[in-house]
């Protein structure tokens, strides 16, 4: 999240709001003052696939606001996002605006007795 300065601060979460899951952003990707850190996710996004290759697994699907996503493209990392994160087709059955999903291509082992 940033604020009207630009200042990055947590998203407002408590049980008025459903800890977080209450908040709705506008077209604009604002609520009450704050924006989504659009240049953050997509960081975040790439971190997390250069941690899950270096560990030979991937992320296999983001779950995230499909109205948002070309913000994500636009950002300094928009051209690895765009090459290498996959996004969830549709939407989910609750909105993805105040937070994303990441889903990892790890196979589970096999439980040994």
Not at 23 to 36: H, K, M, P, Q
Request: contains cysteine; hydrophobic residues 40%.
């Amino acid at each position: 999240m940033r604020d009207r300065d630009g200042q990055s601060v947590a998203l407002p979460t408590g049980a008025a709001n459903k800890f977080g899951y209450g908040v709705e952003f506008d077209r604009e990707a604002r609520f009450e003052g704050l924006t989504i850190g659009f240049e953050a996710i997509a960081e975040h996004l790439h971190a997390l696939h250069a941690a899950a290759k270096a560990r030979g697994i991937g992320p296999q699907r983001v779950i995230f606001d499909p109205a948002f996503i070309p913000r994500l493209y636009g950002t300094r990392r928009g051209e690895f996002v765009r090459a290498n994160i996959d996004f969830m087709k549709g939407r989910a059955w609750v909105r993805h605006d105040e937070h994303y999903h990441v889903d990892f291509s790890a196979r589970c082992k096999p439980i040994e007795d």
